[in-house]
């Protein structure tokens, strides 16, 4: 097999028209597959390992996280933007649009990217405990549109809000990161982005890369006070070396992180259940990406 390309038809931006779009733009011998359940894109992946000249994965952030956790180091990927935030192609710097982030793709150069590891699992950008995978979760809970897609950005955020609503825009320290203190949730970023809203990048971690560690930005306690302060914070604004009430960390190897009672954990924005512990370490130079 020269190269594959796994498409997710349940992804926000993934229709025939832009598939079909898609595939005119990649090379002439690329053999299409189609995801049908969760997990089948971990599979494709582990088949082609080694074996494909590039692998081109056009879906959203969940699709891309299964192919992570199947492909080996030297198989190039090649991330077009399907889904509704698409936040690992466009951290990489590929274009929004999928047709031109394809066309890109085919002629593009390769580059060896970071990930991080969560209990075991591979992510890509980001993974969280507490009140983002919460947020996840929520969002998770009001299912699919009509035509099968994900909630849109707005839905998303007025979820965030909702739910810090229902801790009355409070939050105390709830968990241990070893060696740093108590805080009140944990935010581990991988890359320069954490998400996106539109097409403004959320930056908890401004000085995160891929070439690098991972990076923790945990605020100690949440407060209505306090809101402002880290919003400034999550779009890469101010000085966390300074912070009174937070606690970072940049290019770290490891963290691990023990949680009073069971807490929610995400990884690339998919929702892995609740953990009492989380093991979190940096996989230097471990994947090779399209560019």
Same mark, same amino acid.
């Given at each position: 097999?020269?190269?594959?390309?796994?498409?997710?038809p349940?992804?926000t931006?993934?229709g025939?028209?832009?598939l079909?779009?898609?595939?005119?733009?990649?090379?002439?011998?690329?053999?299409?597959?189609m995801t #049908?359940?969760r997990?089948?894109?971990t599979?494709?992946?582990r088949e082609v #390992? $080694?074996?494909?000249? +590039?692998?081109?994965?056009?879906?959203?952030? $969940?699709?891309?996280?299964?192919?992570?956790?199947?492909?080996?180091?030297?198989?190039?990927?090649?991330?077009?933007?399907?889904?509704?935030?698409s936040?690992l192609?466009?951290?990489?710097?590929?274009?929004?649009?999928?047709?031109a982030?394809?066309?890109?793709?085919?002629?593009? #150069?390769?580059?060896?990217?970071s990930?991080?590891?969560?209990?075991?699992r591979?992510?890509?950008?980001?993974?969280?405990?507490?009140?983002?995978?919460?947020v996840?979760r929520?969002?998770?809970?009001l299912?699919?549109?009509?035509?099968?897609?994900?909630?849109?950005?707005?839905?998303?955020?007025?979820?965030?809000?909702?739910?810090?609503?229902r801790?009355?825009?409070?939050?105390?320290p709830?968990?241990e990161i070893?060696g740093h203190?108590?805080?009140? &949730? +944990?935010?581990?970023?991988?890359?320069?982005?954490? #998400?996106?809203?539109?097409?403004?990048?959320?930056?908890?971690?401004?000085?995160?890369?891929?070439?690098?560690?991972?990076?923790?930005?945990?605020?100690?306690?949440?407060?209505?006070?306090?809101?402002?302060?880290?919003a400034?914070y999550? &779009?890469g604004?101010?000085?966390?070396?300074r912070a009174?009430n937070?606690?970072?960390?940049?290019d770290?190897?490891?963290f691990?992180?023990?949680?009073?009672a069971?807490?929610?954990?995400?990884?690339?924005?998919e929702?892995?259940g609740d953990?009492?512990h989380?093991?979190?370490?940096?996989?230097?130079d471990?994947?090779?990406?399209l560019?």
């Open positions: 097999m020269s190269r594959l390309l796994i498409a997710n349940w992804a931006r993934v025939e028209e832009r079909a779009a898609v595939r005119a733009a990649l090379p002439e011998d690329t053999e299409l597959r #049908s359940a997990g089948d894109a599979e494709m992946a #390992s $080694g074996h494909a000249d +590039a692998l081109y994965v056009f879906g959203g952030d $969940g699709t891309y996280n299964e192919v992570l956790n199947g492909i080996d180091a030297t198989t190039p990927i090649g991330l077009i933007p399907g889904g509704g935030t936040v192609p466009r951290a990489l710097g590929l274009p929004n649009d999928p047709v982030a394809a066309r890109r793709l085919a002629t593009g #150069s390769t580059r060896r990217i990930v991080g590891r969560v209990n075991g591979r992510f890509g950008f980001a993974c969280g405990i507490g009140l983002d995978a919460e996840v929520a969002v998770d809970e299912g699919r549109r009509s035509d099968g897609r994900r909630p849109s950005n707005a839905r998303f955020a007025w979820t965030g809000v909702r739910t810090l609503g801790h009355r825009f409070r939050l105390e709830a968990l070893v203190g108590r805080a009140a &949730f +944990a935010l581990i970023s991988n890359g320069p982005a954490y #998400s996106y809203a539109g097409r403004v990048a959320v930056r908890p971690a401004p000085l995160a890369s891929f070439e690098g560690g991972l990076d923790l930005v945990a605020p100690i306690r949440l407060r209505t006070r306090e809101l402002p302060q880290f400034w999550a &779009f604004r101010g000085d966390r070396t009174h937070l606690l970072y960390a940049h770290a190897d490891r691990e992180i023990v949680c009073d069971p807490m929610p954990l995400e990884a690339d924005g929702d892995l953990v009492e989380a093991l979190i370490e940096a996989e230097r471990a994947i090779t990406v560019v």
